[in-house]
């Protein structure tokens, strides 16, 4: 006998509440995601991994003048200890973000982290420099759990929470950075430098712990299997490109060693592309990451991350070089540290207002933003190198221009490439921010090892060094917002509906973003539903475009709306209306394009007149698919050359359950609860009933379903029924009432007894239900039939109570059944 608690009830009864509201929401032209809320942890628990894993990252930058003398060795060798972490992480970011695609975003993202842990380990244990090495390229594969929570803010978050969620954590990067440096400072110069790593380990067992309690994982997934061949070829060409970047000054930029690793990774990472573009699965779409809006926003990431970390490479030596040399400013390790802190302070108070600059006048403009304030902070900053006041201020203004950068990048991002390709998208981008900071690191130590002075027997970096890095990142920061310029410009509305994961009546396996949103000429409406499941028909069904009650045509002129202010499309857009089992057009349908390998191209969402337009990439042969909740979803074939087409969706009325719930032998009940449940056990549709006891669950798919019915002193109700792809199923529900008992269980002296057990007996002798008692002695079992039972408790002496329970003639009825226990 299916049972459901009251607690789960009144979980359900809201959650049915919220679709219902939803579904009775007329458009507002703003978009809507109807994907449930998340705790109010969630954000901050997928920012804390962010800096947790940035800390990871800083954590030896203090003890960089140390280390050779630590782990006895030198400098050279040393080195690696910062450089395994780096060409690990490079390496881990992609491919954590495909295999999060695959099989969950949140699996891997406690994956990340559980090699965080252990690799943290590692280092706190030895001093030897092989596995300082090791620990520390295990380590860097928790580098992913960065465009990995970005993923799962896409998936999880409505598009209302989402712009300043990403910027947060897209940010977290520098945050944990400039935060913890002089965290990492001060423990390195007042205690046993392992306690770093012990630290980090102990950080990234919280973070773990609070993954497990606050994520949920994303239903989302990416059909395919995982491409082996292209991991490895790309982390051997990251390995080849990073190398020779990262250990040029210690092996000469024109060594033998040098080149030859950079003409490899050249060709190795040519070679993968050629294979990339002709593998099915890819681990990094080649086509999407040519887009113009995806290729820009790598391009500027890099340069952004250029010139993020030649900040944290300048500030921190000019600020501990010695007053001797009558430009360094003296201070400690620590105060270093803090003085670049503000940098991390200045990233995390900016998010909120770069999440409102990407939502009211687009990310492109947000990355503008951005990279402008990066490049006064440098160019005015290379004449306030002078005090420490002056270093604070400068890591704060470069700090807010990065943080504004950074949280536009994911949202140019996910807002161009398919859902099921976020995770890599995103870790691809990331991995663009790693190879400007490898770069800059490689090109300021050049500058600040040339320009040097003489103070005793050391030569130290002088200010003109100084000035020199600044001005180079300065320029990096211009030749950035060049190329942010030539972004394509995305209207406000557009970028929001971009970013929700989970579209209106789109099927998990085919949704996409919408790329289109610029090339459909409109701004996309979004209609509230109550989150239906909905099949695409396949495509090998479709006999013929009216079979599926589509028509297409070829339009060389006009755009299909006939309304004034509609512009004629140009070029190979596929455009048209969306239009029900009446003519009347369908607002918020979902229309995606696909092509007849069943790669999705394109989404978009029909505006409050059922119009819609999508751009298709190349002439040839592709799969429309409309649709809408209440709707069955329409797909047709439409040959695409280079002259725009029309194509009408009629969408016919959906399948589904229709019902009443009423008591048995009574009123119809208002509130029941009726939930339809697929073959998988996922809940497929729920929904309330009305005042006079109907229900409906519309756009199931065809298939079998259990419906359960619940109802507040009701006892539940299940029934199997079959979705056959014709009218809609009735099915009439009569509830019968339930009995509750419930009682106290106190001591001889009247005290209420917790912990005690109560369990309950049917007239076979066998246990039906038990529990334990609260703080007040209560216990209670509810959704009882008729019958013999009996109460037994135990925790003293056993004592037994026999009952005989009936709902007729008083429906709902409360048995009250109190012990008195002794010692035997």
Not at 349 to 361: D, F, G, H, W, Y
Not at 610 to 615: E, K, L, N
Request: aromatic fraction near 4%; charged fraction near 15%; proline fraction near 6%.
């Amino acid at each position: 006998m299916p049972r459901i608690s009251p607690a789960h009830a009144r979980a359900t009864h809201a959650r049915a509440a919220h679709a219902q509201d939803a579904a009775g929401a007329a458009p507002t032209g703003a978009p809507h995601s109807e994907q449930p809320e998340v705790g109010g942890g969630f954000v901050t628990v997928l920012a804390f991994c962010g800096i947790v894993v940035s800390v990871m990252q800083t954590l030896v930058v203090p003890l960089v003048a140390d280390l050779p003398k630590l782990l006895h060795t030198t400098t050279s060798n040393a080195s690696w200890v910062i450089t395994a972490t780096l060409l690990a992480g490079a390496v881990a970011t992609p491919v954590m973000g495909r295999l999060g695609d695959m099989f969950g975003k949140r699996r891997m993202l406690i994956v990340a982290l559980g090699l965080l842990v252990v690799g943290s380990l590692i280092c706190a244990l030895t001093s030897e420099l092989v596995l300082m090495v090791i620990g520390r390229a295990i380590q860097g594969g928790a580098m992913g759990a960065i465009p990995l929570g970005i993923s799962i803010m896409r998936d999880e978050l409505p598009p209302k929470r989402l712009g300043s969620a990403m910027a947060l954590m897209s940010s977290s990067l520098g945050i944990g950075g400039a935060l913890g440096m002089p965290a990492a400072a001060f423990v390195a110069q007042h205690s046993d430098w392992h306690v770093l790593f012990f630290g980090s380990a102990g950080l990234g067992l919280i973070a773990i712990v609070l993954v497990l309690l606050a994520v949920p994982e994303s239903a989302l997934r990416a059909p395919g299997r995982f491409d082996v061949i292209g991991a490895v070829g790309l982390s051997v060409g990251l390995v080849a490109l990073l190398l020779p970047i990262t250990k040029g000054s210690d092996w000469g930029w024109g060594s033998p060693t040098t080149l030859g690793l950079l003409g490899a990774a050249v060709v190795i990472l040519v070679g993968w592309g050629f294979l990339e573009l002709r593998t099915a699965n890819p681990l990094v779409d080649l086509r999407t990451t040519a887009r113009r809006q995806v290729l820009l926003t790598n391009l500027a990431s890099i340069l952004v991350g250029f010139s993020y970390y030649a900040m944290s490479l300048v500030l921190p030596q000019l600020l501990e070089l010695p007053k001797a040399t009558g430009y360094g400013l003296g201070q400690s390790m620590v105060v270093a540290g803090l003085c670049v802190a503000p940098m991390g302070a200045a990233m995390m108070l900016v998010s909120p207002l770069s999440a409102r600059i990407n939502t009211t006048r687009g990310p492109k403009v947000s990355l503008m933003a951005g990279l402008v304030v990066i490049g006064a902070g440098y160019g005015g900053g290379m004449a306030m190198l002078t005090s420490v006041w002056q270093i604070a201020i400068i890591s704060a203004v470069i700090g807010t221009g990065v943080g504004i950068a950074y949280s536009a990048m994911p949202t140019l991002i996910i807002s161009a490439v398919p859902a099921g390709e976020t995770g890599a998208a995103n870790g691809l981008n990331t991995l663009m921010r790693s190879i400007g900071t490898s770069t800059s690191s490689a090109v300021v130590g050049v500058i600040l090892a040339r320009q040097t002075t003489r103070l005793g027997a050391v030569e130290l970096p002088n200010m003109t060094a100084f000035r020199t890095a600044f001005a180079v990142a300065c320029a990096a920061a211009i030749l950035g917002l060049l190329i942010a310029f030539f972004l394509p410009a995305r209207r406000a509305a557009a970028v929001a509906a971009a970013t929700d994961p989970i579209e209106a009546a789109v099927p998990a396996e085919a949704t996409v973003p919408a790329e289109a949103a610029e090339d459909a000429g409109a701004v996309a409406e979004t209609v509230a539903v109550a989150k239906p499941v909905t099949t695409v028909e396949p495509v090998t069904a479709v006999d013929s475009a009216a079979a599926l009650g589509a028509r297409a045509a070829v339009d060389t002129g006009a755009a299909v709306d006939a309304g004034a202010d509609a512009a004629p499309p140009a070029g190979r857009v596929i455009h048209g209306k969306v239009l029900g089992p009446d003519a009347a057009p369908v607002p918020g349908a979902a229309v995606t394009l696909i092509d007849t390998a069943g790669r999705q191209l394109g989404r978009t969402l029909s505006d409050s007149g059922g119009r819609y337009s999508v751009r298709a990439p190349e002439a040839g042969s592709f799969v429309v698919i409309g649709s809408a909740a209440g709707h069955r979803p329409r797909a047709t074939t439409v040959p695409v050359a280079d002259a725009p087409v029309a194509c009408e969706l009629l969408l016919d009325g959906g399948d589904g359950v229709t019902g009443t719930v009423r008591s048995e032998g009574g009123p119809a009940l208002a509130g029941a609860v009726v939930t339809a449940t697929d073959a998988r056990g996922e809940v497929a549709a729920s929904a309330m009933t009305g005042a006079d006891g109907a229900f409906s669950l519309p756009q199931l798919s065809p298939g079998p379903y259990a419906l359960t019915v619940s109802a507040a002193d009701h006892r539940p109700y299940a029934v199997q029924t079959e979705i056959t792809g014709g009218p809609a199923q009735r099915v009439d529900v009569e509830l019968r009432s339930a009995v509750t008992v419930r009682g106290t269980v106190r001591d001889r002296g009247g005290r209420p007894l917790e912990d005690a057990r109560v369990s309950l007996l049917d007239s076979a002798g066998d246990v039906v239900a038990r529990c334990v008692t609260d703080e007040g002695g209560g216990f209670a079992f509810t959704d009882l039939a008729d019958g013999q039972y009996t109460v037994l408790t135990a925790g003293y002496a056993p004592a037994t109570t026999p009952i005989t329970l009936a709902t007729d003639p008083a429906p709902a009825a409360v048995r009250q059944v109190d012990f008195l226990l002794t010692h035997g």
